[in-house]
């Protein structure tokens, strides 16, 4: 295989890879805070539409990035009220809130379908203009694709090495003992869910603003879970989140490049090939990831009041 | 990956077998030269004196969005056609109907609302069409594209495996790469047909034209398109094509990638590539599907196995784009006189497939009953067929 071939699949890997990661990142912040989110494939599709609404209507794609932004807070912000102040179970609550996207996001965007937008600006990779152009050509990225990995070391910084972080996963582990030590968890966790709702959000609008253009129901395909599932797989760690999305989107690539390659095995087959891979990953690592996790993830939080 | 697209391949793979098993049989009387223009007209002027009651009520139903700017979009233009043609008929449509159980539910209802003529255009809606046809013998069936017959039950569809072939030549005149890419949803046989008629087609001009296959699994998903897409351009393809519902993302996608692209299903795909389209084809059955409408209105309705081609208006071409130089154009005009005058047809044999196998024989044809049931790729095409 040549170099172009694997460096082409680098780029597509880095292209598809990107919502996942800003999906996994705010699923990661919820998380560390207690909470399990399990309607952020809902959330990723409202944010998606409307981002791709507000990009229409504005031809304006950073607005619309930021509409989604907001888009996703707020959807996060239904799941906070729903078992925060209502203490509903988090696993019932999120299935709720993933249907409730589905319909709502296709409500938003049913106006928009085959709109034609203008997505996000790509520019070319800083040094990569000496190169070949067959090259230069795969190094074009745009703004969320060259932030995502700063983004990540980010919310490292922000939950291991800053107070606010100290009290999420604190929260996170133990909200008796957080409250105790004078942290309101409640709080704590609205604003874990809302930092992690604006970074699906992100993530959901470079789907549909960058990299697909266009606005199709349930475009996610079962992006929410498999970030879900990256998180075990990241044990709840921002860095690691990025290589677990580079590993599945290349997967995605690589299948892709096997199906136009030539190689006479069923396309069906070759397309199963990164959910296979996340089985297996899921599997070899299982039990010892227990050990990560958050202590309090899931359960609720009754309150001292 | 979820149940979803596991429930759509297992469903595609069962038609397909369907497909394969019932591609020979069925009196598939193949018409050319449908749309009887004084015979639309006489009916527009007899019906537009009873103006009040529809004289008759038509159920549409699409696979997705009307405004998919790809097929459903074309196929809704079409039907609105009818109604334009003919006022006295009133239209009531059902978009995003994908699934079987769904189109069964939402045919009964639009029969209940008194619809006297379904049109139905979605894969997926053939088997539910045929066993309601079963039910309601006063209702007529037109299905889009499918293969079986009834008494009250019949389908219609445009004939691409020609106007691919006229693609494939302007494609194997743009590519520099000699690489070009195709995007489909499905590996059925009419998909693999377009692909074979559009390599045949870029083989006919540029000996060396390869077309390299990404499958996405899905007749309208995005972000698997994306996906494809960039694969393709990342392995060099320089013209994309492709034959899923809507054409927005992949062409967005090439346009954005600054590669050529050819549009199908819908002649407004043009729009996303300002820079890069060379051209594209589009279903515009609205004359035919008038001209059925019509025979439903006055009687003379009979089931017919209906094909049209770009001959018959029932495909158009789209305008050229700006880079699309002159000798391509001529190249394409050339090949459509040479169809249309029959010197050239596209799957004359011989016709060897990937594996070097003779599929058509020399002094033999590819015939338009067995293309729904074709199972390989010609020599030059990169990919899997099954």
Request: charged share 15%.
């Amino acid at each position: 295989m040549s170099e172009l071939a694997l460096l082409g699949v680098l780029s597509s890997a880095v292209f598809a890879g990107t919502a996942l990661l800003y999906a996994t990142l705010g699923e990661i912040v919820g998380e560390r805070a207690g909470i399990i989110n399990l309607g952020l494939e809902g959330v990723l599709l409202v944010s998606a539409s409307t981002g791709f609404a507000v990009t229409s209507l504005t031809g304006n794609p950073y607005l619309g990035v930021l509409a989604a932004v907001f888009a996703g807070g707020l959807m996060n912000m239904i799941l906070g009220y729903m078992v925060l102040n209502r203490k509903a179970n988090q696993l019932a609550s999120g299935l709720a809130l993933m249907f409730f996207g589905f319909g709502l996001s296709a409500l938003i965007g049913k106006e928009f379908v085959g709109a034609k937008i203008v997505g996000l600006p790509r520019l070319a990779l800083p040094g990569s203009s000496g190169l070949p152009k067959l090259y230069a050509s795969l190094l074009h990225f745009d703004l969320l694709i060259y932030l995502a990995v700063p983004v990540a070391v980010a919310i490292w910084w922000l939950l291991f090495r800053t107070r606010w972080g100290l009290g999420v996963r604190a929260v996170g582990e133990s909200p008796e003992t957080a409250y105790a030590s004078g942290r309101n968890p409640r709080l704590v966790r609205y604003q874990a869910l809302w930092l992690g709702g604006a970074l699906a959000g992100v993530g959901g609008s470079h789907l549909s603003i960058a990299y697909a253009m266009n606005w199709t129901e349930y475009m996610t395909a079962g992006l929410g879970f498999i970030a879900i599932a990256l998180v075990i797989f990241a044990k709840w760690h921002p860095l690691y989140a990025v290589a677990g999305a580079l590993l599945f989107s290349g997967a995605v690539a690589f299948q892709l490049l096997l199906q136009s390659s030539g190689i006479q095995v069923s396309p069906f087959l070759l397309s199963t090939i990164p959910y296979v891979l996340t089985l297996v990953v899921l599997m070899a690592w299982g039990g010892r990831r227990k050990a990560a996790a958050p202590a309090s993830l899931g359960q609720i939080y009754e309150g001292t009041e | 990956m979820n149940t979803r697209n596991l429930r759509t391949v297992g469903l595609a793979l069962a038609l397909a077998l369907l497909l394969a098993a019932c591609g020979g049989d069925g009196a598939a009387t193949t018409t050319t030269g449908t749309a009887d223009a004084s015979t639309v007209t006489t009916t527009t002027a007899a019906t537009a004196t009873t103006a009040a009651d529809p004289c008759l009520i038509v159920g549409a139903l699409y696979g997705g969005p009307v405004t998919d700017a790809g097929y459903n979009q074309a196929m809704h233009d079409s039907v609105m056609a009818i109604s334009e043609n003919i006022s006295c008929v009133e239209i009531i449509e059902a978009e995003n109907v994908p699934e079987e159980a769904g189109a069964t539910s939402t045919m009964e209802n639009m029969i209940q609302q008194g619809a006297g003529m379904i049109i139905a255009t979605a894969f997926n809606h053939q088997y539910p069409a045929l066993e309601l046809s079963n039910k309601y013998p006063d209702v007529i069936f037109e299905h889009a594209g499918g293969w079986e017959m009834g008494a009250n039950f019949a389908n219609f569809f445009g004939e691409p495996p020609d106007t691919w072939y006229m693609m494939g030549v302007a494609a194997g005149l743009m590519t520099e790469s000699d690489k070009l890419g195709f995007v489909a949803a499905f590996p059925l046989g009419w998909t693999l047909t377009f692909i074979n008629a559009y390599e045949l087609g870029a083989q006919s001009v540029n000996p060396d034209a390869q077309t390299v296959v990404a499958y996405t699994f899905g007749w309208g998903d995005a972000t698997k398109e994306a996906e494809a897409t960039n694969s393709l351009i990342n392995q060099g393809a320089d013209v994309i094509t492709m034959h899923v519902d809507g054409p927005a993302t992949v062409i967005s996608t090439a346009e954005s990638r600054g590669v050529y692209s050819i549009g199908f299903q819908s002649l407004a795909a043009q729009q996303f590539a300002p820079e890069g389209w060379i051209t594209g084809i589009g279903y515009t059955l609205g004359d035919t599907l008038t001209w059925l409408t019509s025979t439903v209105i006055d009687g003379t309705w009979e089931p017919i196995f209906l094909r049209c081609g770009i001959a018959d208006d029932c495909m158009a071409m789209a305008p050229y784009g700006p880079n699309v130089p002159q000798e391509v154009k001529d190249a394409v005009d050339q090949a459509r006189a040479d169809i249309e005058a029959g010197t050239k047809v596209v799957f004359a044999g011989p016709i060897v497939d990937q594996d070097g196998a003779v599929r058509v024989a020399e002094g033999e044809e590819l015939t338009a009953d067995l293309m729904g049931s074709v199972d390989w790729f010609v020599e030059g095409v990169v990919g899997s067929p099954r």
